[in-house]
């Protein structure tokens, strides 16, 4: 019941935050940007999110076969729902509904837990480091249509960008060779924390569990290399479909051509901010650095917030779906399935032992 409460308190505040951002910008023109949008741009950006998702469900599937996981592709597709409604509504979209994808599947397939989070792990590693590439690329883009205003009067952006880009280039060098060595960071890290005074025991018995998903992960990624090739390749299509979304919704909704370097910054502006995106959808925190990028765009006029506004809605619309579809599969998995410890074979993963979509 608490939890119920909890969760409710944090859905109006998220509706109170969004309705004041609308009012803010204008709800007559937010209202007559959604009706000039019309039903076919929404459905538009809806087949892009239903791609990103088809997407990364055939990487998962790809995945599960050097392993010996035989899963029928609509549970997976399923358990992805899941995965994608736990993203929305926590506090970061990277990071959240994995453990929920590992339950589901777990339960439904009847295989262990540790072999499931596996596949997963290294599913978002590879993720991961085709973001990093993608991203990189984006804000560099970015930064050269937009130099004269990033490092001048929006100097404090810039240079966010700049530390943004080197820090996740960094970082997938870093991940693509520790998957090559077979280094075990994540194993590393539970040690550390099975050698403090809480919880020793368990802690323990997570390090194992964490070393066993990261041992499976390493020993696909480095034997079956055509298959890390292939999913590298498909999550790198995922991104390119969450990168054209604007594209698509302001050329059929409001004639609006965006050209790649002003998608570049939307991109790189909305995946910074879904990072941390605090409340569910982000409402409030991507708002707020959409209406700044429209305006460092030169788009700063009522009626271009006005259809940046109708696009966000568009956004929040398909992830109300996105969560009733995800809660409707698990409640059908049954209620345990979010709250029990151990609903199938094998022992449940810790929240942490999960890795997570972009956007």
């Known amino acids: 019941m608490r939890n119920a409460i909890r969760i409710g308190a944090v859905i109006l505040i998220s509706a109170l935050i969004l309705a004041g951002i609308i009012v803010a910008v204008g709800f007559e023109q937010t209202a007559e940007a959604v009706a000039r949008a019309g039903v076919v741009s929404f459905a538009a950006v809806g087949g892009l999110l239903v791609l990103s998702l088809l997407v990364h469900t055939i990487a998962w599937a790809a995945l599960n076969r050097p392993i010996g996981h035989a899963v029928p592709f609509m549970k997976l597709l399923r358990a992805s729902v899941i995965g994608r409604a736990g993203n929305i509504v926590t506090p970061s ?190 409402a409030g925190i991507l708002d707020g650095g959409y209406l700044g990028a429209f305006a460092l765009m030169g788009l700063g006029d009522s009626e271009h917030l006005a259809q940046c506004m109708a696009y966000l809605l568009c956004l929040r619309f398909w992830d109300i779906l996105m969560v009733g579809s995800g809660a409707f599969f698990a409640s059908r998995a049954g209620i345990r399935l979010l709250f029990s410890r151990s609903p199938g074979r094998g022992e449940a993963p810790s929240p942490v032992e999960g890795a997570r979509d972009a956007g």
Request: charged fraction near 15%; proline fraction near 5%; include cysteine.
């Open 93 to 282: 979209t990277y990071l959240g509904g994995e453990p929920q994808r590992v339950l589901y599947v777990g339960q439904a397939g009847d295989l262990p837990y540790h072999e499931v989070a596996g596949s997963v792990l290294l599913g978002k590693y590879l993720e991961a480091i085709s973001f990093i590439l993608f991203a990189g690329i984006t804000a560099g883009i970015a930064m050269v249509r937009y130099r004269a205003s990033l490092f001048g009067p929006n100097l404090a952006v810039g240079v966010l960008l700049v530390v943004f880009a080197i820090g996740i280039l960094v970082m997938g060098a870093v991940l693509w060779v520790s998957l090559l060595r077979r280094q075990k960071p994540l194993t590393a890290l539970a040690g550390s924390l099975s050698r403090l005074p809480i919880f020793p025991h368990r802690m323990s018995r997570f390090r194992v569990r964490v070393r066993s998903m990261e041992e499976q992960a390493a020993r696909v990624f480095c034997e079956e290399p055509k298959v890390a090739w292939r999913v590298f390749g498909m999550h790198v299509l995922g991104h390119v479909a969450i990168f054209l979304k604007p594209a698509v919704f302001f050329y059929l909704g409001g004639a609006l051509v965006l050209d790649i370097g002003q998608l570049s910054l939307l991109f790189v502006v909305g995946q910074i901010l879904l990072m941390v995106q605090l409340m569910p959808s982000g």
